[in-house]
T-cell receptor, first 111, second 113 residues
Framework: GDSVTQMEGPVTLSEEAFLTINCTYT??????LFWYVQYPGEGLQLLLK?????DKGSNKGFEATYRKETTSFHLEKGSVQVSDSAVYFC??????????FGKGTMLLVSP | DAGVTQSPTHLIKTRGQQVTLRCSPK?????VSWYQQALGQGPQFIFQ???????QRGNFPDRFSGHQFPNYSSELNVNALLLGDSALYLC????????????FGPGTRLTVT
């Protein structure tokens, strides 16, 4: 079946460092791609999305570009803050189907 | 505008018991999906309801069942609880036509002892 693979964490960074979290997917066709964020003790919040190849999703300084040729959707941020500490999930959805999530990557940002 | 709400927040049950979890979707949404999130893992799809019918189902046994009511709210029932059912259960709502864009509730933490 379809799957999403993302880099294992935790990713530990200092404040204002550059962030990259890698994500690749296996679904054939043209799935929609998402990044969700989960803060401690909370549910998932949609961070950004892209629904077709070469689209760039962006929100709160985070960006990710839908790369069909490499089946990737890597999450980036130019300057992380302590408040960005959370678990980040990459997900895909094909057609009207539901979401398939990666295992999540924990980000820890220190002052 | 209220988002997705779930109840209860936490629940402790004993092996073999049955449990019911509840979800109210975001206003205007007609589709509800349920996910199980084990500790340290990503959410796993259980099933999705639309117009009071189960549309899709993930790889979960029949012990997991659900219901959707005319007001679009939903319940997840789990029978004969196992220790491995301990997890965070997430409800997500959406519109059917854009069901890839789902809004999640805070979840119900189920502990089976």
């Amino acid at each position: 079946g379809d799957s999403v693979t993302q880099m294992e964490g935790p990713v530990t960074l200092s404040e204002e460092a550059f962030l990259t979290i890698n994500c690749t997917y296996t679904a054939t066709g043209y799935p929609s791609l998402f990044w969700y964020v989960q803060y401690p003790g909370e549910g998932l919040q949609l961070l950004l999305k892209a629904t077709k190849a070469d689209d760039k999703g962006s929100n709160k300084g985070f960006e990710a570009t839908y790369r069909k040729e490499t089946t990737s959707f890597h999450l980036e941020k130019g300057s992380v803050q302590v408040s960005d500490s959370a678990v980040y999930f990459c997900a895909e959805s094909l057609g009207y189907s539901t979401l398939t999530f990666g295992k999540g990557t924990m980000l820890l940002v220190s002052p | 505008d209220a988002g997705v709400t779930q109840s209860p927040t936490h629940l402790i049950k004993t092996r073999g018991q049955q449990v019911t979890l509840r979800c109210s979707p975001k206003s205007g949404h007609d589709t509800v999906s349920w996910y199980q999130q084990a500790l340290g893992q990503g959410p796993q799809f259980i099933f999705q309801y639309y117009e009071e019918e189960e549309r899709q189902r993930g790889n979960f046994p029949d012990r997991f069942s659900g219901h959707q009511f005319p007001n679009y709210s939903s319940e997840l029932n789990v029978n004969a609880l196992l220790l491995g059912d301990s997890a965070l259960y997430l409800c997500a709502s959406s519109l059917l036509v854009t069901s890839y864009e789902q809004y999640f509730g805070p979840g119900t933490r189920l502990t089976v002892t």
